[in-house]
Nanobody
Framework: QVQLVESGGGLVQPGGSLRLSCAAS????????MAWYRQAPGKQRELVAG???????NYRDSVKGRFTISSDNAKNTVYLQMNSLKPEDTAVYYC??????????????WGKGILVTVSS
């Protein structure tokens, strides 16, 4: 069993910052990649940022220069530092990970999601 648990969401004013964390736990052999997605009301889930085990990262255009994804491999944790937040960043943010379990199977896992609200 593998679990992803997000933390760090909440309400922030426009221009403010938040840091999301996602910790993976359970029968993990290795983590190939981790990512953050978000889903705003009435919209499809979209990729925000991703990081691969080798350290390469990718971002959606609308968050480049404002958001930074990083990871602590020893803790099986991924972070999303969000600066200069805008109301349009309001969404439920989901952690995603591609994990090879101890049994050898590679699967995609999702956290339950955490709400980020950017509003004055």
């Amino acid at each position: 069993q593998v679990q992803l648990v997000e933390s760090g969401g909440g309400l922030v004013q426009p221009g403010g910052s938040l840091r999301l964390s996602c910790a993976a736990s359970g029968s993990i052999f290795s983590i190939n990649a981790m990512a953050w997605y978000r889903q705003a009301p009435g919209k499809q889930r979209e990729l925000v940022a991703g990081i691969h085990s080798g350290g390469s990262t990718n971002y959606r255009d609308s968050v480049k220069g404002r958001f930074t994804i990083s990871s602590d491999n020893a803790k099986n944790t991924v972070y999303l530092q969000m600066n200069s937040l805008k109301p349009e960043d309001t969404a439920v943010y989901y952690c995603n990970a591609e994990i090879r379990a101890l049994a050898g199977l590679v699967s995609d896992y999702w956290g339950k999601g955490i709400l980020v609200t950017v509003s004055s």
